[in-house]
């Protein structure tokens, strides 16, 4: 069994990554707390480095690499976030970055993986591993590969929200009850279940429920016939094990959420937050909106993990939910 | 003459008001400092509560009047912003709250304030004196009139903003040399110039910067033959004494924005930040991107004043910015 990512690992890497990161802050939204019953705090990883928690977890992960073996650079592939974060930390650090990235990745996040100056090389979703081609990359190149959750550094990193996320709210007295995680391979959940110690509900879209239906049955289970959905985030096909006994370990669980239920989330927060979410990066606000977890009377922290939405897209969201 | 507000009143200010705010966080934008040249720390004052720095100063006043006074409850005037501070900070006291609104006042804003509580009176904002539909609600009532800006209480109290992002930029081993302050009648300006105590170029609207052209005469000047603008927020017509000698002590200076500017500022902040600010929020970071302040190798703090914007004017910002 893969050993989970611990509250420890998770103090380390904060002091690794020191002020590297934006120390997002907490946000309530009295409007949210009328309409689902409870004291919800929102942790807005939008506006961290390259608009999305990823940020966190590479920066964590190439700081633990030796100077002196920075020298070959880095590989990743990603849908777009986990990418911009390791471009972003591997340009701060003077490294060299190649992405792998579906070739129908959204158009804003390749434009800002390029902008900080990472290689872009595209793949075939339905047809072609990513893994593979990270691999042969990094073997031309002697690049180490920065995988996106399946790594102990990557989940302590992301879990830095979480130990800042609770800090923050006993600076203003109070508790929290309950953690909800936006989850695609269970990276940023399981490193905030370990990092806030919080009983934690992790949210994905419904259709790549994996890690709900993962947690219930004691075992990992893919994806199974994966349609399209907006939140090109939480795609992901397979959780890893070391994600898997994190989660475990923690005694998280999972409740999934409609496009719909999405869309007005996406719409909730221009309107009442003044945040600009990405679809995959507001399952856990619409699961709230939607009555998906019983909060009432409860004191909830919850991750708005993203910010990397196409204008059309966001356009759409306001549109189906009825804000236009 | 006016006696200016100073550094000491911020900082009363500051202690008055506690945790009431939120310390919104300091926002860098790497995009956006290879566009203009210098290194700009963005002050989100659109997490404010209600969406902008009004509360600040709102409830800096509303805590100033004592427990046995607040009967009688508050009346204020205000196309929105003020309004929705002022509509929740008496919320939070438990005190009643009338609000004297344009008639042509953006919906959101009108939905908002009435949401907090607050009972809502239009009036005709080419007609009609909204100074004294307030006053004669006030005696009737009992209660104690909330000036938008022309109040020493309400400057020091959105001055905490200022007072914020200095101490916050000073805790990561940085010093700005000037601050960028969106104005309207001054408010935000003259306090964030107090509680910053840096030098200051406060930004209007195109047709609406009599306070540029009053700082430069050196007395003040209204606007004349106003026009329509998409910057609700900052359609004053002739700021305060107040706010004139504040500005005055502090040395502010000022610049002006064209509309198709703040439409591009809002639509960058959608995508490379990840915010939703409303066009008057946005003046400084559409002198920043249309170079309007040279601010070539220098460290700025700009302000974000406000994020209440309707989603049709949103997706008007985008579309003329060319973002969809």
Same mark, same amino acid.
């Given at each position: 069994?893969?050993?989970?990512?611990?509250?420890?690992?998770?103090?380390?890497?904060?002091?690794?990554?020191?002020?590297?990161?934006?120390?997002?802050?907490?946000?309530?939204?009295?409007?949210?707390?009328?309409?689902?019953?409870?004291?919800?705090?929102?942790?807005?990883?939008?506006?961290?480095?390259?608009?999305?928690?990823?940020?966190?977890?590479?920066?964590?992960?190439?700081?633990?690499?030796?100077?002196?073996?920075?020298?070959?650079?880095?590989?990743?592939?990603?849908?777009?976030?986990?990418?911009?974060?390791?471009?972003?930390?591997?340009?701060?650090?003077?490294?060299?970055?190649?992405?792998?990235?579906?070739?129908?990745?959204?158009?804003?996040?390749?434009?800002?993986?390029?902008?900080?100056?990472?290689?872009?090389?595209?793949?075939?979703?339905?047809?072609?591993?990513?893994?593979?081609?990270?691999?042969?990359?990094?073997?031309?190149?002697?690049?180490?590969?920065?995988?996106?959750? $399946?790594?102990?550094?990557?989940?302590?990193?992301?879990?830095?929200?979480?130990?800042?996320?609770?800090?923050?709210?006993?600076?203003?007295?109070?508790?929290?009850?309950?953690?909800?995680?936006?989850?695609?391979?269970?990276?940023?959940?399981?490193?905030? $279940?370990?990092?806030?110690?919080?009983?934690?509900?992790?949210?994905?879209?419904?259709?790549?429920?994996?890690?709900?239906?993962?947690?219930?049955?004691?075992?990992?289970?893919?994806?199974?016939?994966?349609?399209?959905?907006?939140?090109?985030?939480?795609?992901?096909?397979?959780?890893?094990?070391?994600?898997?006994?994190?989660?475990?370990?923690?005694?998280?669980?999972?409740?999934?959420?409609?496009?719909?239920?999405?869309?007005?989330?996406? $719409?909730?927060?221009?309107?009442?937050?003044?945040?600009?979410?990405?679809?995959?990066?507001?399952?856990?606000?619409?699961?709230?909106?939607?009555?998906?977890?019983?909060?009432?009377?409860?004191?909830?922290?919850?991750?708005?993990?993203?910010?990397?939405?196409?204008?059309?897209?966001?356009?759409?969201?306001?549109?189906?939910?009825?804000?236009?």
């Amino acid at each position: 069994m893969t050993s989970p990512v611990l509250h420890d690992d998770v103090a380390i890497a904060a002091a690794r990554l020191g002020h590297w990161p934006v120390r997002t802050p907490l946000l309530n939204s009295p409007a949210l707390d009328a309409l689902c019953g409870g004291r919800i705090w929102l942790k807005p990883e939008n506006l961290q480095h390259t608009g999305s928690f990823k940020f966190r977890g590479a920066m964590n992960r190439l700081l633990a690499i030796p100077a002196e073996a920075r020298g070959g650079g880095v590989v990743a592939y990603s849908s777009g976030n986990h990418a911009q974060g390791v471009a972003r930390a591997a340009r701060l650090l003077g490294m060299a970055a190649t992405i792998v990235m579906p070739a129908d990745a959204p158009k804003l996040k390749v434009e800002r993986t390029r902008a900080d100056g990472a290689e872009v090389v595209f793949y075939d979703r339905l047809t072609e591993s990513r893994e593979t081609i990270a691999a042969s990359i990094a073997e031309a190149r002697g690049a180490l590969i920065v995988p996106p959750f $399946a790594d102990p550094l990557i989940i302590a990193g992301q879990g830095t929200a979480g130990l800042e996320a609770v800090a923050d709210l006993a600076a203003m007295g109070e508790t929290a009850d309950l953690a909800l995680v936006c989850c695609g391979g269970g990276g940023l959940a399981g490193g905030f $279940a370990a990092g806030s110690q919080l009983p934690t509900v992790i949210v994905e879209p419904e259709g790549y429920d994996d890690v709900c239906r993962s947690l219930a049955a004691g075992h990992i289970l893919p994806v199974e016939n994966p349609g399209p959905t907006r939140c090109d985030a939480l795609q992901t096909l397979r959780m890893a094990e070391i994600t898997f006994a994190t989660l475990r370990h923690h005694g998280a669980t999972g409740v999934a959420v409609s496009e719909a239920e999405v869309a007005r989330a996406v $719409a909730f927060a221009v309107r009442e937050l003044k945040l600009v979410v990405e679809p995959g990066g507001a399952v856990t606000l619409a699961a709230l909106l939607a009555g998906r977890v019983d909060v009432a009377g409860r004191c909830v922290i919850a991750t708005l993990s993203g910010g990397n939405i196409d204008a059309a897209v966001l356009l759409d969201c306001l549109r189906e939910a009825g804000a236009l």
